[in-house]
């Protein structure tokens, strides 16, 4: 073992700041901004139009006519983050405003330019993906309240009414309960980096809690989240161009590419918080899953992903309990690890819901009168993978960390 009186000094304290996150907010942006300056207000119209302009099929028409605007006018990072929001939005409805079986494969010029150039500036993809949907599209009706579902607003929206208000907003909410996990595990890096088995002990009662306050808070959806409206109408809009059988040759960025270009839809796995917790806790995932996750680290901002990363060099936590043969610190350990199945659990059975079951709802109504994904998505979740084998080999692989005296 190192000598600790050496390791106090050479290794920094990690910290939430470092890698632009949140004492308060986590991983959402706080206070995302709900305008551009006056020159995007031909981007803002169609924004704020977009679930009429997708259900009356305006909307190819409308951003066709849009003028091809300069993204050098936005002068600070929450108005990249804005019109990344604003023009993946747009991108979404554009495709699919026909639905699966008339996606647009072709991104005009206007849109294309502008979208893979503010892409560029905030190392995101061209695409809408979760720090999109959730992260930096929700706004407090009254500041002085506390987040709750009745107290925020969408700042873009598609089709799919309250159904799609609730779903990105109890995953706002979600975010919302992981904060006090992501600053317990700083402070759990930090304990074991200074082999303060007290301040350690603390950090991990405090994680479990946040774990178990994820899961009531995802417990949410199904009141605010109706499961036909979710499959037949919202699904389409978070789905990408990448291993999407509806789309298999990608999308054509006008200006941008000759060739197709292939982008995963949006996903719950592009969310940074259980990738950190995940690396915390040293869960080690099967290669498919694995390598699915990691893809998707790609589609998060590049501080979020950095943080995971310094996560993962981190000194061992579970070498760190298994040598300090402490046996509160390995309960405190197993309950994390518990509660993580539990929350893994309940994912898969609000999944089997929301697809599943709806999927099997909607073949056995005829006609339908939800305009909706066919057969091609109906085991695919939005980010692409045969979503319950994955889900189920994530979990079962979170329980194979349980940690066991003198493993």
Known sequence: MEPPSQNL???PLLSLGRFHISEDYGFLLPHPLKQLPDYFRPWMEIANELPHLIESHQLRARVNKMPLLNCQFLKSYREQRLA?????????????QRGETQPEEVLPRNLALPLVEVSRTLGLPPILVHSDLVLTNWTPRDPERPLEIGNLDLIVSFPGGESLRGFVLVTVLV??????????LVEAVNATSHRSQNALLQALQRLRLSIQEITRTLGQMHDYVDPD????????FLSGWKDNPAMPMGLIYEGVSTEPLEYSGGSAAQSTVLHA??????ICHSKESADFLHRMREYMPPSHKD???EIQSSPSLRDHILSSENSQLLTAYNQCVEALVDLRSYHIAVVTKYLITAAAKAKGRRPNPLPGPSQALEERGTGGTVVLSFLKSVRDKTLEAILHERD
């Open 307 to 309: 943080f995971i990363e």
């Open 175 to 184: 975010e919302k309960a992981a904060v006090p996990g992501i600053k317990a």
């Open 9 to 11: 000094k050479t290794t």
């Open 229 to 236: 409206i979710f499959y037949a109408v919202i699904r389409i």
């Open 84 to 96: 990344h929001l604003v023009l993946s939005f747009m991108t979404m409805g554009y495709v699919w």
């Open 277 to 282: 917790f995940d690396e915390f806790l040293g």
